[in-house]
């Protein structure tokens, strides 16, 4: 059997309660810092004679997610339609985040119409699945417009509330919100991005929104029962606002702490440095000792060196990754391409064309989940230019499934299916990305990731699955 991490703080407890116009997002300069993953997903590499042995890696163990794959995975898209809501629940995913606009639902002060909202989350909910509500932005009945520049041009942006009667409006509205939408069980999101100038202008404030976010947040879970994420933070790596944040009493209130980690690369080791210096940035800010992180958006698009089989393999990868590390949920950016501009990054993040036929990212989530879905993370497998993880049923329901999933770190190792399987386990099966069945046996490993099939040597017999400590 697998020896579960105890205790109250384990990441994803209590997430399995999942399965009961789109915006234009500032990004380019996020994606830059993530060309050195687009490298490490693109590159060949030469030939490593690598033994696959499972090793400590950089996460503890005590933050890996807990709960099965499917039940902390979502998407983010505005206006799904409901034959899009079908094929989301059919992916097997369980979360949607979408906008939900203070100015369209309050025209009028103290006048609410969250009619439209109202019927997509019953649409949502009605699949299984949970709506993510994003409490943004301004609203020109309470908070003036102010002007910015971005790139070269003036923008005309309504100001978020700073002064005490806008918090106290904006409280009010989110609070009437999640009145509103108990039967549907969303997840509340105090805003989006406020460290972005274009998301919270004229120029980000942590200690404004960490007043603003406080009294939402306290609003809205004194309204009933409600998860409350927050602050949806874009520059979560060395960004002075999380920093700031994490000494402010915002993140006391808040259930989980989201950011949107489009600096991770791909390359597990260092992806799993980065969460764990975001849990140690927030857990010095003296507020919190245990922080629960959220990814509540995260993508790439196809453009440039990334062409669609690498955006694919950098789902899975990241995906592992944040598994790893105890993030959850994990939202991914987004459902559907916005355009077919070449030249414009934001029409290619989603899993699907703008026609609804699926890219390569959509199949590999698709075999992603249909291979570990019901599974959990158990151990990780990285070393001599090997990375990836092994997932397992929990044997306390009974489960007996074991899978891990592999790839080359960089360029091409060479895949020892023998040397994978922990002591009393064998390979006894291989897919790759898509989910076609692989020849057994030493082959080459490439960048996109390999699932295998791990079984008992002895026919009948349950070994157990000896994770190693992490350090």
């Known amino acids: 059997m697998i020896r579960w991490g105890q205790g109250p703080n384990r990441p994803g407890e209590g997430l399995g309660r999942a399965l009961g116009a789109g915006r234009r997002r500032a990004r380019r300069a996020r994606l830059r810092t993530g060309l050195f993953g687009a490298a490490l997903l693109l590159c060949p590499g030469a030939l490593l004679a690598a033994a696959l042995l499972l090793q400590p890696g950089t996460v503890r163990s005590d933050r890996h997610v807990s709960a099965p794959v499917a039940q902390v995975v979502g998407i983010a898209g505005n206006d799904l339609t409901p034959a899009d809501l079908d094929r989301v629940s059919g992916l097997g995913l369980h979360f949607v985040r979408s906008d939900f606009s203070w100015a369209r639902t309050e025209r009028k002060p103290g006048v609410y119409d969250f009619g439209p909202y109202l019927e997509f989350a019953r649409e949502v909910h009605a699949r299984g699945m949970r709506p993510l509500f994003i409490l943004d932005y301004g609203n020109p009945v309470h908070t003036p417009f102010t002007r910015i520049q971005w790139r070269g041009r003036d923008e005309r942006r309504t100001s978020p509330p700073v002064a005490p009667d806008q918090i106290a409006a904006y409280s009010k509205w989110a609070a009437a919100a999640a009145k509103a939408f108990a039967a549907y069980d969303p997840i509340w999101e105090v805003w989006n991005e406020p460290d972005h100038p274009r998301f919270w202008p004229p120029k980000p404030d942590a200690a404004a929104y960490g007043r603003m976010a406080l009294a939402a947040c306290q609003a809205i879970h004194s309204a009933g029962r409600a998860e409350v994420y927050g602050p949806a933070a874009s520059k979560w790596v060395d960004g002075p606002f999380l920093t700031a944040l994490a000494g402010s009493r915002a993140i006391t209130c808040f259930d989980r702490i989201s950011v949107h980690p489009y600096q991770m690369t791909g390359d597990a080791a260092r992806d799993g440095a980065l969460w764990d210096g975001l849990w140690h940035r927030i ?145 006894s099966g291989l897919a790759d990305m898509t989910g076609k069945p692989l020849e057994g046996g030493e082959q080459k490993l490439g960048n996109a990731p390999v699932y295998l099939r791990l079984v008992p040597e002895k026919t009948g017999a349950q070994p157990t699955l000896n994770c190693p400590e992490r350090t």
Not at 332 to 342: E, L, N, Q, R, V
Not at 392 to 410: L, Y
């Open 283 to 427: 857990a010095a800010g003296g507020q919190v000792k245990t922080p629960r992180i959220a990814n509540s958006e995260w993508g790439r698009p196809v453009v440039g060196r990334v062409d669609d089989q690498a955006q694919a393999r950098y789902l899975v990868r990241t995906l592992v990754s944040a598994l790893a590390a105890g993030v959850a949920p994990n939202i991914w950016y987004s459902w559907k391409d916005a355009g077919t501009d070449p030249a414009n990054d934001q029409h290619h993040f989603g899993l699907l064309l703008p026609d609804g036929s699926p890219k390569p990212a959509f199949l590999a989530l698709q075999t992603m989940l249909r291979q570990v879905g019901a599974l959990r993370y158990a151990c990780p497998v990285q070393r001599a230019g090997v990375e990836g993880a092994i997932f397992a049923a929990d044997p306390q329901a009974g489960g007996s499934s074991v899978k891990a999933v592999v790839w080359a770190k960089t360029g091409v190792a060479r895949l020892e299916p023998g040397k994978i399987a922990p002591t009393g386990w064998k390979v």
